[in-house]
């Protein structure tokens, strides 16, 4: 697994978080974080999670190939 992909894995986390806490208590933490879900921050904050969140959808579609190396270094 590459650099970027934890990245990716680690930004969507923080989205699925984040959601989670709208969904559950309507709390937007970025947005309480960055002053208000208009600020030119938060924006960049949901833009990156989305990024990551289209990245991540092509680790589905990946051939097995981080198998095949896992079962190198073992």
């Known amino acids: 697994m590459s650099i970027i992909d934890r990245i990716a894995l680690i930004?969507?986390?923080?989205g699925a978080l984040n959601w989670g806490s709208v969904?559950?208590?309507q709390f937007d933490v970025?947005?309480?974080i960055c002053?208000?879900?208009a600020t030119v921050l938060a924006r960049i904050i949901y833009t990156?999670?989305?990024l990551?969140?289209?990245w991540c959808l092509s680790l589905v579609f990946r051939p097995d190939e981080w198998r095949e190396h896992d079962?190198?270094?073992t």
């Open 35 to 37: 002053g208000g879900s």
């Open 11 to 14: 930004l969507t986390v923080v």
């Open 30 to 32: 970025v947005a309480w």
């Open 71 to 73: 079962r190198e270094h």
């Open 48 to 50: 990156l999670v989305a």
């Open 52 to 54: 990551a969140g289209l």
């Open 23 to 25: 969904g559950l208590f």
